[in-house]
């Protein structure tokens, strides 16, 4: 008994992965929900437009941020704010009662928003755009399109990828006159296809069965979505390089996608957040396709608006497929192809 004790604990304290998801993932969980998991939004950026814009100003309190103050600017002006996500309320003072335009596909601040607005009363008339009635599955569905796609990108590739060398058709790649970017293009063209239809059937299916709505153009939500799953499918060839078996490369997706999940904006507002958490919600690329899914089926948003998270995911995609490759060329190299049969016998 005492024998069989050490040489658990002997054989566990060799398996890093193991005691990463035993010893970080519950830290990461701590951290998570004890600075992240909040819903209530303590400011929100907004915009004071029309002839009286300064005394509105001078009333507002501290919950709401004013970074735009333009008495010369029109309801017109202040919409367009809105849908290039510049600010999350707009204030119209050309009129009584003040008409205070709130951006509804923010869905936590909205909701703070409007609870703060109607404690003003009959000095301010509120109108909800672009998510009137602020469903949650409207703010939703274009997060759980990404979600799907980080699911296919992550656990499906890398464990697809994993098994080639289990199975040690990977050697077979290493004697064919194939450069390895060729090759990981071409294992991961099946995932690209099967993703982009899973997409395509997620996002008709919401729209028809949620009435969520398609406001902008199928080509910039198209080429989000195409960086997008470029990243997660690199991340996933790169899991499966540094992965000998597919319980490894599991364990691993796993903890790639546990804070994408929790800290992209898709649960929690980023606004609600610590600072201290928040930036690793900014390090995650489901966080900028949120932007990007959301923004354009519900706000309407251009490509000129939303090029910070396309430039952002276009960095990622270069950065994650040049690691790959790397790792991938080395695992085709003459002494690392002789290493890895005896690598797998010992996970094994």
Do not use: C, H
Not at 108 to 119: D, E, M
Not at 127 to 140: C, I
Not at 218 to 224: D, I, K, S
Request: no cysteine.
């Amino acid at each position: 008994m005492k024998a069989m004790v050490v040489k658990e604990f002997r054989e566990l304290a060799r398996d890093r992965r193991t005691l990463a998801m035993l010893i970080v993932l519950p830290l990461l969980l701590l951290v998570i929900f004890g600075y992240a998991a909040n819903f209530y939004v303590s400011s929100v950026k907004a915009a004071v437009v029309g002839p009286q814009a300064a005394q509105v100003t001078a009333q507002l309190p501290a919950f709401f941020e004013v970074t735009v103050d333009a008495p010369t600017d029109t309801r017109a002006d202040a919409e367009k704010l809105l849908q290039d996500n510049t600010v999350d309320v707009a204030f119209v003072a050309d009129q009584t009662p003040v008409l205070a335009l709130v951006d509804g596909s923010n869905l936590f601040a909205a909701q703070s928003i409007v609870g703060t607005l109607n404690s003003f009363g009959s000095s301010v008339q509120t109108e909800v755009l672009y998510n009137p009635d602020l469903t949650t599955a409207w703010v939703m569905i274009p997060a759980i399109i990404g979600l799907i796609l980080t699911f296919i990108g992550t656990i499906v590739t890398s464990i697809g990828l994993v098994r080639e060398r289990e199975a040690g058709t990977l050697e077979q790649l290493a004697v064919m006159p194939i450069k390895p970017s060729s090759v990981i293009l071409g294992k991961i063209a099946p995932y690209f296809l099967l993703a982009s239809l899973d997409m395509i059937i997620v996002t008709v299916l919401g729209m028809t069965l949620f009435d969520v709505p398609f406001n902008g153009s199928v080509a910039v939500f198209a080429l989000g979505a195409a960086l997008f799953l470029f990243v997660v499918l690199g991340i996933g060839v790169f899991i499966s390089t540094i992965s000998r078996t597919t319980g490894q490369a599991i364990q691993t997706a796993f903890l790639v996608m546990l804070p994408s999940i929790l800290l992209s904006g898709m649960i929690f507002p980023l606004d609600a957040m610590a600072p201290g958490v928040r930036w690793i919600g900014y390090l995650l690329p489901l966080t900028y396709f949120v932007m990007i899914s959301q923004g354009v089926m519900l706000r309407g948003a251009s490509l000129v608006s939303l090029w910070p998270a396309f430039a952002v995911l276009a960095v990622m995609a270069t950065v994650v497929f040049t690691a790959a490759t790397l790792r991938f060329r080395r695992d085709l190299a003459p002494g690392e192809r002789r290493r890895a049969p005896a690598a797998a016998r010992v996970d094994a």
